[in-house]
């Protein structure tokens, strides 16, 4: 089996570019990704929004608390 120089050189070129391009292509997609997440995504929200679920506590008398089992039971039959 005989191995020319010249097509092993060409062959590592397209290697090296190709995985410089993936790269640089990847980066981008990085850079897009974080630039178009919200910065807190938890956070509070401001404006007239409305609280939707008390994690454990009510605050209010008449407001009870759902479980676990409850609430994923919620989100199976809602969907969200």
């Known amino acids: 089996m005989i191995i020319s120089l010249k097509k092993l050189a060409e062959w590592a070129r397209f290697l090296t570019l190709f ?3 993936t790269l640089i292509f990847y980066l981008g997609i ?3 990704t974080q630039w178009a997440q919200p910065s807190h995504r938890y ?3 401001k404006g007239r929004a409305v609280k939707v679920f008390a994690p454990s506590q009510p605050e ?3 407001q009870r608390t759902m479980d676990l089992k409850e609430r994923l039971k919620l989100f199976y039959w809602l969907g969200e």
């Open 60 to 62: 209010y008398k008449g």
């Open 30 to 32: 990085a850079m897009v």
């Open 43 to 45: 956070g509070e929200p």
């Open 19 to 21: 995985v410089i391009l």
